[in-house]
């Protein structure tokens, strides 16, 4: 095996691949339904190789990754950011302070109680938090500590461990806590709660035995009979009759003649009407009523599909039930919410925010109307704005190197790492406003995102791999017991305090606990149990919150061990 030691030695970037291919194949093995994931896979992986070799890693190269993914963070949620501070988001956001808050202090307590160094606090708080950029704040702090280069070496090693050591019951812990415990301490029914919240925000679940197509909504011609209701009425008044389902006349034929549908027109008897709508409303509400026939010249109406980003602030915080009695949503169908990256279920109480992707269907000329009220189309790009990408890390991590703040006789500075997380967030932000400011291809994002903190650890863990054993010794158990106390105490204070002082939805409640915790698979876990994606109202206000705080605990947390 020593040739193995001396190639990966000699050719550093290569076990860093390794170690990040390892770390995505380990972390995405299944252990009664809980995973790793990429992340910590690549830091246990870089941990196991590193007990081979020595390998040399660069602390340009990590921080110059470790950026790249905090600048890919605070643009994806960057459009949130700002409205999670406002309407119904306040109390996620309250719930993610309470939550990160108590983490830190617990953090602090145990730290002190067992007597750990600054490497061993930080990896508590990134392991025990589930909070893997912590780290390379951490690392930031420790490297800007007055010590000679083979003690913060050594304490930058010590966080990869503890993280090691802690992240595992950090992660089935809130997933446990949120799906399984949480529910217990409040005495809830899952499955209840969510239905009875899907009924306050109209959100209607698919009928049993209804069978998909393959258009969610269609386009059907029927004839008027004689006798039929809507006969002699307005297309005002016609398309009144089924408020609920949203069936509107885009064009009829009477005779030969193809007319297009104008509100105020009379359909009389024998006309063969065009009309829209969800598949199963025309199934189910039209299908019995009236005669269905083939006219592929009367549906030849060209349909539109289309991704548009929600600017106006006009629209921000209206329900969709409201929104939808506008005239210019006449014919306009949404399919789909994306909110931080994360799908939002659409029901009628449902609220709007700036930065919303809503993914609109219907004829061409409505949805070119509908854009100009809602903000700007997303059209695919594949060039990245590496200028506004460049000068935003640049700028970002000049403030944080020169804002400082005091904490008791300390004054600790922003650092480059939360710099450059602002950065990202300003950023992002801007392209609410500013929609051609600043675009990096969704791909681009997911890739500095996803490889940038996996090679990153990767390195953290090539890093502490020689001194893995020996750390673990130092620590001792105690860590891991530390560890279990940091991850639940912030859930049992978090869960009372959205309880009984926020009074929050339950089901809202536990998704706000998985956000604060930044744990995805926590909210998935709440999901899964309810059988509802509802939950994730109360995850995406609260997450952005706990990404910044989080990462933020790395750096304060050295700073107040070593002091």
């Not at 605070?74 to 309470?98: I, N, T």
């Not at 951490?138 to 304490?155: H, K, M, P, Q, V």
């Not at 990767?458 to 530390?482: D, S």
């Not at 940091?486 to 998985?514: D, E, H, K, S, W």
């Amino acid at each position: 095996m020593s040739w193995v030691a001396q190639f990966l030695v000699k050719y550093p970037e290569l076990a860093v691949f390794l170690a990040i291919s390892i770390g995505y194949l380990v972390g995405g093995i299944k252990l009664g339904g809980f995973t790793l994931g990429p992340v910590t896979g690549s830091l246990f992986a870089g941990i196991l190789i590193g007990q081979f070799a020595d390998v040399p890693i660069a602390a340009m190269a990590k921080s110059f990754l470790f950026l790249l993914f905090l600048f890919g963070i605070g643009y994806s949620v960057g459009p949130q950011f700002m409205q999670a501070l406002k309407r119904d988001g306040l109390k996620p956001v309250l719930l993610a302070v309470v939550v990160c808050v108590t983490g830190l202090l617990t953090a602090v307590a145990v730290a002190k109680a067992l007597g750990l160094d600054p490497g061993f606090a930080a990896g508590l708080v990134s392991g025990a938090l589930t909070e893997s950029p912590a780290m390379g704040t951490a690392t930031e702090a420790i490297n800007g500590l007055a010590l000679t280069e083979a003690d913060r070496a050594r304490l930058v090693a010590h966080i990869a461990v503890a993280d090691a050591v802690c992240y595992i019951f950090g992660a089935v812990g809130v997933i446990l806590f949120c799906s399984v415990v949480g529910p217990r301490l409040m005495r809830i029914d899952l499955r209840a709660e969510a239905l009875k919240l899907e009924q306050e925000l109209g959100i209607s679940r698919k009928t049993p035995g209804v069978a998909s197509a393959w258009h969610r909504f269609e386009l059907r011609a029927y004839r008027i009979a004689d006798a039929a209701p809507i006969a002699g009425l307005t297309l005002t008044a016609a398309e009144a009759k089924f408020p609920e389902h949203r069936l509107f006349v885009l064009r009829l034929r009477r005779g030969s003649t193809i007319i297009e549908a104008e509100t105020q027109m009379v359909i009389a008897a024998g006309d063969v009407v065009a009309v829209s709508g969800p598949r199963e409303a025309l199934v189910a509400v039209l299908g019995p009523r009236a005669e269905e026939v083939e006219d592929r010249e009367l549906l030849d109406v060209p349909i539109l599909g289309a991704d548009v980003l929600l600017t106006n602030r006009e629209l921000a915080g209206r329900k969709l039930d409201d929104i939808a009695k506008e005239g210019w949503t006449r014919g306009l169908y949404l399919r789909a919410i994306s909110r931080g990256g994360a799908a939002i279920p659409v029901g009628p109480g449902i609220r709007l925010e700036r930065g919303d992707i809503l993914r609109l269907v219907g004829p061409e000329a409505t949805v070119s109307r509908a854009e100009k009220q809602i903000g700007v189309v997303i059209a695919p790009i594949t060039t990245t704005d590496f200028f506004v990408l460049g000068l935003a890390i640049f700028f970002g991590g000049l403030v944080g190197i020169l804002v400082t703040f005091p904490i008791g006789d300390m004054r600790i500075s922003l650092s480059t790492s939360v710099g450059t997380l602002l950065a990202g967030l300003l950023v992002g932000h801007l392209r609410t406003r500013f929609p051609l400011f600043g675009r990096i291809p969704d791909a681009a994002v997911s890739l500095m995102t996803a490889l940038g903190l996996a090679a990153f650890v990767a390195m953290t863990g090539l890093h502490a791999g020689p001194l893995f054993v020996a750390a673990i010794a130092e620590a001792g158990v105690g860590l891991l017991f530390g560890g279990m106390i940091v991850t639940i105490a912030p859930m049992i204070v978090g869960l009372y305090f959205g309880r009984y002082v926020l009074r929050m939805n339950p089901i809202l409640l536990l998704g706000g606990l998985a956000g604060a915790q930044t744990m995805t698979a926590g909210m998935a876990a709440v999901q899964d149990r309810s059988g509802s994606t509802v939950a994730v109202l109360g995850y995406t206000p609260a997450v952005p919150i706990g990404h910044i705080l989080l990462t933020t605990w790395g750096t304060l947390i050295v700073n107040i061990v070593a002091n």
